[in-house]
Nanobody
Framework: QVQLVESGGGLVQPGGSLRLSCAAS????????MSWYRQAAGKERELVAA????????NYADSVKGRFTISRDNAKNTVSLQMKSLKPEDTAVYYC?????????????WGQGTQVTVSS
């Protein structure tokens, strides 16, 4: 059974930092591209950051470049999102996402989400 369990969300003041973590199980983590998405109230879900299975390639939304850093530990089956210089517009539910191909079939999974609120 595939599980993606996020943690680390919470309330932070503008300019502050948070670190989100996602613990994965039930699939071959080292073969999966891992991403963080977010969805603000009344808006569509958007990609925040992504990392290839090997960790060699990353991709960030323009709105978070230079402030957020995605990382992964294939030995621990975890992916993290370090968020700095947080802004009120970063307020959203953040979701961990995994995707991979196996025997020509595409698989993708979502975590349950963790709330990040940036407010004074």
């Amino acid at each position: 059974q595939v599980q993606l369990v996020e943690s680390g969300g919470g309330l932070v003041q503008p300019g502050g930092s948070l670190r989100l973590s996602c613990a994965a199980s039930g699939f071959t983590f080292s073969s999966a591209a891992m991403s963080w998405y977010r969805q603000a109230a009344g808006k569509e879900r958007e990609l925040v950051a992504a990392m290839a299975s090997s960790g060699s390639t990353t991709n960030y939304a323009d709105s978070v470049k230079g402030r957020f850093t995605i990382s992964r530990d294939n030995a621990k089956n975890t992916v993290s999102l370090q968020m700095k210089s947080l802004k009120p517009e970063d307020t959203a539910v953040y979701y961990c996402h995994a995707q991979y191909w196996h025997l020509a079939i595409f698989y993708q999974y979502w975590g349950q989400g963790t709330q990040v609120t940036v407010s004074s």
